[in-house]
């Protein structure tokens, strides 16, 4: 079978050439055409000899992910549905950051589908179809990077004068299709291979769990660990049970224990989310049993109007009286609270939404 090049970290990928008779910065030159050159076949790295090149095609690949469908919003968010190799899909969004109109955060998938099954949310209706491969994982961001440096895809209105089409992504965040820590070992290579050959900053990634306690530990254990998300979604086990089965098996008590002695590095938070659904966690004394949960947690909290993903889940979107409400109790109690705004809401950018649509 043939090497996925895409799959190989650094130090594969230098036994790799190794192995063939070849120096070392030969796979500094292939890292290079991969990751920043972006390329999409052996043939275009066109320092390496036509030998080797022939050698490398005999033996190895590089994958790509087809684009299938690409929506922009009004808001300037943008998704797109990518086509698996065995024709499963996946959906990455593109978000542009509030500062910095030429830097944007990609929310890109860890899994097709979900096991967990949370009852708002599209892809847990799926369940789980399979777990993504890190080239799989890794191939979101190359392939948007590029994208959206072919400035066809950026309107010109959000296209400032001055960037000279050099569009960046600044931040990666594991929010899209899957659970990550369900999928450690392919979450876990993908995240060595985007620090170590697309450069990133461990800051600028963040990994979002349901709450899978083993994965939190072992992302704990595994280094200088990415930022962590935590989805709480509310603040006592009879709420989470209803609406997250996960929570029978890893209650609030043990979940709050595993955030607690998650080793946060100095000037860093945990996030934790809250997609408020109205009449159901929403209430000021929801509000404050979260006051109270998380309290002495290093933490910033992340609350998520509900985005109706489709009608047989039943629940609603609150009035924005109430989140504003709720987002006032907890900034009394002094905490640090961001109201995401549903993005691309026009363009079904709530995970799992843009896959379900396309037929
Ligand atoms: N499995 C991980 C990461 C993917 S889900 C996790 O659950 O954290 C990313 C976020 O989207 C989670 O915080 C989840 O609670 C939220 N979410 C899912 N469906 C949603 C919906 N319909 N409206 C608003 N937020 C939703
Ligand atoms: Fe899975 Fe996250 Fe959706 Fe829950 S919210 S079903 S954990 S993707």
Not at 147 to 158: D, E
Not at 213 to 229: E, V, Y
Not at 323 to 349: N, P, T
Request: a positive charge.
């Amino acid at each position: 079978m043939k090497t996925n090049l895409k799959q190989l970290t650094k130090e594969e990928l230098l036994l790799f050439v190794e192995n063939l008779g070849q120096k070392p910065y030969r796979s500094r030159q292939i890292i290079n055409w991969i990751y920043k050159k972006h390329a999409t076949s052996i043939n275009e790295m066109c320092d390496l000899s036509r030998d080797f090149r022939d050698e490398l095609n005999e033996i190895a690949f590089i994958s790509n992910l087809n684009l299938l469908q690409r929506r922009v919003s009004k808001d300037g968010t943008r998704k797109f549905l990518f086509e698996l190799e065995d024709g499963e899909t996946i959906e990455s969004v593109l978000i542009p950051n509030i500062r910095g109109r030429n830097k944007f955060t990609l929310c890109i998938s860890s899994q097709v589908g979900c096991a967990l099954g949370c009852r708002f949310c599209m892809t847990g209706l799926l369940g789980l179809k399979r777990n993504l491969r890190a080239h799989e994982i890794i191939d979101q961001i190359i392939i948007v990077n590029r994208l959206i440096n072919l400035n066809s895809i950026i309107p010109a209105a959000l296209a400032n004068k001055g960037t000279n089409g050099n569009f960046e992504i600044s931040n990666i965040v594991f929010m899209g299709m899957g659970e990550p820590l369900n999928n450690f070992n392919e979450v876990g290579r993908a995240l060595r291979n985007i620090t170590e050959l697309m450069g990133f900053s461990r800051r600028k990634i963040t990994v979002s769990t349901a709450g899978i306690i083993p994965g939190i530990r072992k992302l704990a254990d595994t280094g200088p660990a990415a930022n962590i998300a935590v989805s709480l979604n509310a603040a006592n086990d009879e709420t989470r049970n209803r609406i997250m089965p996960i929570n029978k098996k890893y209650n609030l008590t043990k979940l709050i224990k595993a955030c607690k002695e998650f080793p946060l590095p100095p000037n860093r938070r945990i996030t934790f989310e809250y997609v408020l659904l109205g009449g159901i966690n929403d209430s000021g004394k929801d509000a404050l049993l979260l006051v109270e949960l998380i309290r002495g947690i290093k933490s910033k909290i992340n609350l998520i109007p509900y985005n109706p993903v489709h009608s047989s889940t039943g629940f609603k979107k609150p009035p924005e009286s109430r989140v504003l409400e709720f987002q006032k109790v907890l900034r009394k109690a002094g905490l640090i609270v961001i109201i995401r705004k549903s993005k691309g809401a026009d363009i079904s950018a709530a995970c799992g939404q843009l896959r379900a649509g396309y037929k």
